[in-house]
């Protein structure tokens, strides 16, 4: 089954689709880690988006098509999970008519229900290993005593450029201008499912499960 993880930065969307490619041998498809890949490693696309990127706002639909495109070739295991994809109309118009080319459809979006100040305060804490992608959260989910990634055991972390109070604003206003509408399209095509996003990850999950599972 394919779905769709909807929902504000911050909103547990990673962590989630971290929870489903473990537990369900699921793809997770997230354009933020092929964004920041594609930084990373210096190609001209990925020092094309890097500003955009670092002032919160959205990369062109075009250079999140394609690399949705790609990645819709390799093989889909138990599925795919779009997280942080799609963010705009266009996109979600792009996406239904790529599954349609593979024979594919969509199981469910779901909408990850938060609310802003509580946003804030997971974003300003937000870690990852820098092995594995593992995510972190200096209150909810600190790095164990041991200093080791629970996943891996790597002892390092890393904070992204654009956590910090101000790119977190930018990105609000980009998720409720461009982002929000997709929840009624998604309602009025018959597919959106909403979840309480505020409870804790291990019923966040359940709730999920339920989902998936009906
Ligand atoms: P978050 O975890 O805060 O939801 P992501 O890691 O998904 O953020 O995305 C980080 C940044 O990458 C976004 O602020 C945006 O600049 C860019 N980005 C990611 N996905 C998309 C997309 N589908 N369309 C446009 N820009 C995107
Ligand atoms: P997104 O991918 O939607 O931007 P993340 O999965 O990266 O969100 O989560 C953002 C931050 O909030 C991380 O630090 C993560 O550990 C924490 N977090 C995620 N889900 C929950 C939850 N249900 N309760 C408390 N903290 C959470
Ligand atoms: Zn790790």
Redesign the pocket.
Known sequence: MNIILL?????G??TQARRLVEGRDMIQL???????EAKSSGTEMGER?AK??D???????E??IGL?EEKLNDDRKGGLIF??????LA?ADALAELLARHGEDLGAVIEMQVDDDALVKR?VARSVCANCGEVYNDITKPVPESGECTQCGATEFTR?G??NEE??K??LL??YKKTSPLIGYYYAKNELDRIDGLADIDEVGEQIDRILDR
């Not at 997230?30 to 920041?36: A, E, I, N």
């Not at 002032?55 to 639909?61: A, K, P, Q, S, Y």
């Open positions: 929902g504000p930065p911050g909103a969307k990673g997230s354009t933020g880690d092929m964004l920041r988006v955009i990127m002032r919160g706002e959205l990369v062109t639909d250079i999140v949705i997280d942080g994809f799609p963010r705009t996109q974003i992204r654009d956590d790119s977190l930018q990105r980009e998720y």
